[in-house]
């Protein structure tokens, strides 16, 4: 029986630990969402660190959410024009609707209130300084 307790606190300790990982961070959204776009760069390259490429973000079923990406870079990191966040058509042109793009905020409504919006939607962040480009493609949640 302690066997079998020992197992369970083992087992349990590790799932608990991959929340950190960032392995998949499922974040609520409401009415308005804020993802912070985090970028890490060296003189040649960069990366995007924040969202987690297995981020998932989820907005409640029913609702019309404006979700905003704000970017925290080094100096001369910008959004890509016209691209910076963009989601694939279909859906984006179906009920994702960019509302307010500029170099470092990027807002787009979510109409969740729809049958056809539901569903796992990948989209696209670009990142640019000059030459350098960073991309990752993670995931909003429709349910």
């Excluded at 609707?97 to 905020?105: L, W």
Aim: proline letters at 6%; aromatic letters at 8%; hydrophobic letters at 35%.
């Amino acid at each position: 029986m302690k066997t079998k307790a020992m197992l369970c606190v083992v087992a349990i300790s590790a799932l608990a630990g991959c929340e950190g990982m960032g392995v998949v961070k499922a974040a609520g959204c409401g009415a308005n969402c804020g993802i912070e776009v985090v970028v890490t760069a060296t003189a040649t390259d960069c990366q995007i660190t924040k969202p987690g490429k297995n981020d998932e973000y989820r907005i409640a079923d029913g609702a019309v959410t404006d979700i905003k990406w704000t970017l925290t870079a080094p100096q001369g990191y910008d959004f890509a024009e016209p691209d910076g966040i963009w989601f694939p058509s279909p859906p984006s042109s179906t009920f994702f609707r960019k509302i307010a793009p500029n170099r470092q905020q990027f807002i787009y409504e979510d109409k969740n209130d729809r049958p056809v919006a539901k569903g796992t939607h990948v989209y696209h962040i670009k990142v640019e300084k000059g030459a350098i480009t960073c991309k990752l493609d993670p995931t909003v949640v429709n349910e």
